[in-house]
């Protein structure tokens, strides 16, 4: 597929011991095949995606700097990072995409 990449899975360490709660255990996990874009949707593409759509997630919802001990405060503003690959990525806006693929969490 034009703009994609297949990765082949495998075997990987998720999680971390040393940060949040819910990341811990730091385990073993296998992750079958998948297609991938070769570049991350930025949140100015996701911003163009819900302007043409309404469609509305969390990710719209400016976070709460009480909740991110250490935030920046220009961080706490979604318009601030524009150029930065979009977190939250709904279902929609990857059936709505050119290459129409499945995208995976990335932590």
Known sequence: MEGMRHLSGGIFTMGSDLFYP??????????????IDETPVTNSQFAKFVAETGHRTLAEIP?????YPGMLPHMASARALDDHPVVHVASAFV????ANSPLLPIL
Do not use: K
């Open 95 to 98: 059936a709505s995409s050119a």
């Open 22 to 35: 819910e990341e811990r255990p730091r385990r073993r996990v296998r992750v079958d095949p998948f297609w």
């Open 63 to 67: 976070p709460d700097p009480a909740d």
